[in-house]
């Protein structure tokens, strides 16, 4: 996977559409296609022994992989998917940086199993891109600096996306109880809210899409 | 990471008790997994040695609301988001919807049931107080079949219940409050969101003109458990509403807390606190049934 040298540009998306059907450890990729090789499952087969299957919606990319069963969505997201975006930084359910959209409902990666998202639509910060093109809300949060290290930031902007997909005009009371879940240690709390204040205005307004 | 586990998800509550039976050392039930995830991550204590986790989502039953002219009966599974989203339970159980609503973030809410709240039972679960108000039983399932308890009886002390091996929590059954009874719930912790408790307060009075009728006060992360003061609750049933009675039953109710804790080195602030948040809140009590009228 070494796409660095890869002459031609990948976009985040036809990198991982490019891996599809190669395995990643021990896990077997099929987006898109539900159909896998004999040999491929063979091997598959070999490799999973106390592994389980799992039907993993992630940003609509359909992902079939054998896991053990006590891996978090946040390990097969970061370590398997290699979706990097979601941060794993209390591992602990504290801080938010992990914050992921399951069915539309922002919850915790790291305190859920990945077994228990079978099926399920996963949403996380690469998923908010279209192509290479920033969702309205990260461009707020670039306009409004609504970061400074970013760390906590794919969170912050996935549950402000969790708000938003809810109630497009959110009061800044709603925001703040709405990312009370969502950490951030350089304290950039007011610009966020300002992002997504701003992002709400962006998206009402249709003006960015 | 996560020692190795085995995920068994049962399709009914029979095979789910059957399995537990069979395994009784090694077998844990998850529901929300907003505890026990990060407990086995962290390879806290209270989960070792467990190598089944039995995940119970596929079992509809545990996720239904049923409401009769008595009660309204609440599946085991219920999220604490699905609770604030109910209309009958906001009306009937403003408290608990209320206590639901301050519980963790958004993202717990999401996943963290009410029952797996007071099963875990730690002292400072939020939902606990309203619950114990609201005088909810429980319907428990063991290979003995169904049998219900009072919520009060089945907490026995921090982090115990009465849950015996091999038995799951069902349903929370909640009787719907006379309407006359009104009352407020109290949360203190140290920040506004995902903030461990350090006060929880719940009172439901029954009022009729000037007088107190059925009384309930509970508290919880400042007494060891979520608890009720059943003396101090038939003491002053009955009593002329004042503001002389309301300083009296706050003091009397700081007086029994000191009595279950202990002389803490937290007492000298933390009594008088819970003395006087519970005065604020039975005043606002009172005085919102003044509106009211
Ligand atoms: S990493 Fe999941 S909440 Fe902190
Ligand atoms: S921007 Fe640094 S942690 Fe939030």
Redo the contacts between chains.
């Keep these: 996977m070494n796409d660095k040298s890869s002459p031609r540009k990948f976009s985040r998306r036809k990198f991982v559409q490019g891996v599809s059907t190669t395995i990643i450890g021990s896990y077997v990729l099929t987006p898109g296609v539900s159909k896998i090789s004999e040999k491929l499952e063979a091997e598959t087969k070999e490799i999973a022994s106390?592994k389980?299957p799992l039907n993993l919606i992630v940003n609509k990319v359909r992902y079939e992989l054998m896991i053990?069963?006590?891996?978090?969505l946040a390990e097969v997201l970061r370590n398997e998917l290699k979706l990097t975006g979601t941060k794993l930084i209390c591992?602990?359910?504290?801080c938010?940086g992990c914050?992921v959209l399951?069915n539309g409902?922002?919850?915790?990666s790291?305190?859920?199993?990945a077994?228990?998202a079978g099926e399920k639509e996963v949403t996380t910060i690469e998923g908010l891109l279209t192509g290479e093109e920033l969702h309205p809300i990260q461009k707020a949060f670039v306009e409004h600096d609504g970061l400074q290290c970013g760390y906590c930031t794919p969170g912050q902007i996935i549950?402000a996306q969790?708000i938003l997909l809810k109630n497009s005009q959110p009061s800044k009371e709603e925001i703040?109880?709405?990312?009370?879940?969502?950490?951030c240690r350089c304290a950039a709390y007011p610009n966020i809210l300002k992002s997504v204040l701003a992002a709400a205005g962006y998206l009402t307004e249709g003006t960015n899409r | 990471m996560i020692p190795e586990l085995e995920i068994i998800k049962p399709f009914s509550l029979e095979e789910a008790v059957d399995f537990l039976n069979d395994h009784p050392a090694e077998a844990r039930i998850i529901a929300g997994g907003t505890d026990i995830i990060p407990g086995l991550m962290q390879g806290s204590k209270r989960f070792t040695g467990i190598k089944y986790l039995v995940d119970l989502q596929q079992i509809d039953e545990l996720k239904e609301i049923i409401a009769d002219s008595e009660n309204i009966t609440i599946g085991a599974l219920l999220t604490f988001s699905q609770m604030i989203n109910n209309d009958s339970l906001k009306n009937n159980f403003p408290l608990l919807v209320k206590s639901a609503s301050t519980v963790g973030s958004v993202q717990i809410r999401n996943r963290a049931t009410v029952a797996g709240n007071f099963i875990n039972n730690a002292p400072c679960a939020d939902s606990v107080p309203p619950l114990l108000v609201y005088n909810a039983k429980i319907k428990l399932l063991g290979v003995n079949g169904n049998y219900e308890m009072p919520l009060s009886d089945f907490l026995i002390k921090p982090y115990f219940t009465r849950l015996k091996t091999g038995e799951i929590v069902t349903q929370i059954i909640l009787p719907k409050p006379k309407k006359e009874f009104i009352g407020d719930f109290y949360k203190l912790g140290r920040r506004r969101g995902v903030a461990i408790s350090r006060i929880t307060l719940a009172a439901l009075i029954q009022i009729e003109d000037n007088k107190l009728g059925e009384i309930r006060l509970a508290s919880g992360a400042v007494s060891p458990i979520g608890m009720r003061f059943f003396d101090l609750e038939q003491k002053y049933s009955g009593s002329v509403i004042s503001d002389k009675l309301l300083k009296n039953i706050s003091s009397d109710l700081g007086k029994e807390i000191l009595k279950v804790t202990g002389l803490r080195w937290s007492s000298e602030y933390k009594v008088p606190v819970t003395q006087q948040a519970m005065y604020l809140l039975l005043e606002r009590i009172c005085s919102a049934h003044k509106q009211v009228k």
Excluded: F, R
Excluded at chain 1, 110 to 113: D, F, I, N, P, V
């Design positions: 106390g389980k053990s069963p006590e891996t978090t591992n602990h359910g504290e938010g914050t399951l409902e922002a919850i915790y790291c305190q859920m199993l077994l228990d549950a969790a703040l109880t709405g990312m009370s879940g969502n950490l």
